[in-house]
């Protein structure tokens, strides 16, 4: 079993170089590019407990009415919670090294929460494929853009608005606080330490979305979610 379980590894981290290489060649149209970076961030965003994500909107709350013994009170119930879910972490690390993956994951597959992950991801694969094959001349002109080169939106609101790059490999969300902050996300820190409070955002079902780039601006398009907000590409 050890042996199985270092042989996916191997695999995985190769896999992990071909496609960070992959991803960045020209020759790659922006659809293909789009869809397997929703692959990606359907697994790699990491959700927060309703819990956490109220306590922190009641945290940022305290600070605001200046109430730090509340505040106090709250990052205690907090630090209580991310204790908790740190020993969640680790008892699943050591799972891990007890099982393949593929053999965990066949044992959720008929888990209500693990099938709305697959078939959701599945549901936007086939969506976004779809409008690829149908629009194929869509954004064949910035195809031969420059490797550090990436499309750049504008996002308005009441007359208001703001550029918003999909920036490819990943940045964090703080290099564009502005934009994320227009479409109603809050920051916790300063400067480059500042990190988004909820990595995710609720679309107009009540579903949680990961709180990328690309999932905004899709949901934006499709009017899935963020409500009187626009966007065009420049």
Known sequence: ?????????????????????????????PQAKTISEMVLDAFHTSK?????????????????????????????????????????????????????????????KDDPAFQELVYGLALKV???THQAVSNPGAGKGKAARAKKDAPVFVISKADVSVTFPLRTPRTKANADREAFEFLGFAFAGHGDLAELLSETFVDNEGNEQPATRQNIITAIQQQTAFAGYSVVQQ
């Open 1 to 29: 079993m050890p042996d199985s379980h270092t042989d996916e590894a191997v695999t995985s981290l190769s896999a992990k170089r071909e496609y960070e290489n992959a991803i960045h060649l020209s020759q790659h149209v």
């Open 48 to 108: 927060e407990s309703d819990q956490i994500r109220e306590l922190r909107a009641s945290i940022r709350q305290a600070h605001d009415r200046f109430d730090d013994d509340k505040a106090y009170e709250l990052m205690g119930q907090l630090k209580q919670l991310k204790d908790a879910e740190a020993a969640d972490i680790a008892a699943l690390e050591d799972l891990s090294t007890k099982f393949p993956i593929s053999r965990i994951l066949s044992s959720y």
């Open 126 to 128: 086939l969506n976004q």
